[in-house]
């Protein structure tokens, strides 16, 4: 059963425009939000995070939204950028709790394809 | 800074064939974890291990084994492959927290 969700397989924006990348989870107890972005032929690299004491984090053109009561964070990117063009994973933890301790949940991907 | 290292980065088996993919990671990280990468279908989970000499199982554990002997190296073993086991596979090392998490870049196998 999967905890995090991305149900968006792909995404294609104009290059300029925002990138608005969605995920679900339903475990209540994470608190601790990744994003990873991965290239082709390359492992995915670390994005941007969020506890949940926050529900936002700003870091140059990438912004991730935390909405804890309805279980949703979504990740934006303005302007995107033709070299943003990759996998996007979204990822959760439950950072101190008990038996989840120390496992990361991913949820599918999505591609986002940005075309100039 | 070499973070999380993986051998071999391809490998060809036939079917039936053992193997041992290798990864060390040098951030003193508590957890880490195995991850095959398919088409349409992300990174699904194959094993995962809180500490030195534990592990458990992933989303999709059959036909794997793994093995935490200490805490730098964690490796995952194909003891009879099968074609439905090509894949892309990546090792990934987390703080015990799992508040930063860091990947390999990853073995391409395929099983003939």
């Known amino acids: 059963d999967q905890q995090v969700k991305q149900n968006s397989p792909s995404l294609s924006v104009q290059e300029g425009r925002i990138s608005i990348l969605n995920c679900d989870y339903t475990?209540?107890?994470?608190?601790?939000f990744l994003w990873y972005k991965k290239y082709p032929a390359e492992g995915p690299t670390f994005l941007i995070s969020?506890?949940?004491?926050?529900d936002k984090n700003e870091d140059g053109r990438f912004t991730v939204f935390l909405n804890k009561s309805a279980k949703h964070l979504s990740l934006h990117i303005v302007p995107s950028q033709p070299g943003d063009s990759a996998v996007y994973f979204c990822?959760?933890?439950?950072?101190?709790?008990?038996?989840?301790?120390?496992?990361?949940?991913f949820g599918r991907g999505t591609q986002l394809t940005v075309w100039p | 800074n070499a973070g999380v290292t993986q051998t071999p980065k391809f490998q060809v088996l036939k079917t039936g064939q053992s193997m041992t993919l290798q990864c060390a990671q040098d951030?003193?990280?508590?957890?880490m974890y195995w991850y095959r990468q398919d088409p349409g279908m992300g990174l699904r989970l194959i094993y995962y291990?809180?500490?030195?000499?534990?592990?458990d199982k992933g989303e999709v554990p059959n036909g794997y084994n793994v093995s935490r002997l200490n805490k730098r190296e964690f490796s995952l073993r194909l003891e009879s492959a099968a074609p439905s086991q090509t894949s892309v596979y990546f090792c990934?090392?987390?703080?015990?927290?799992?508040?930063?998490?860091?990947f390999g870049q990853g073995t391409r196998l395929t099983v003939v």
């Open positions: 990934a090392s987390s703080s015990r927290e799992a508040t930063e998490a860091f």
């Open positions: 475990n209540s107890m994470f608190d601790y």
């Open positions: 969020i506890s949940s004491i926050k």
């Open positions: 990822a959760a933890s439950a950072s101190n709790r008990g038996s989840t301790l120390g496992r990361l949940y």
């Open positions: 951030m003193n990280h508590n957890s």
């Open positions: 291990s809180a500490s030195e000499g534990t592990t």
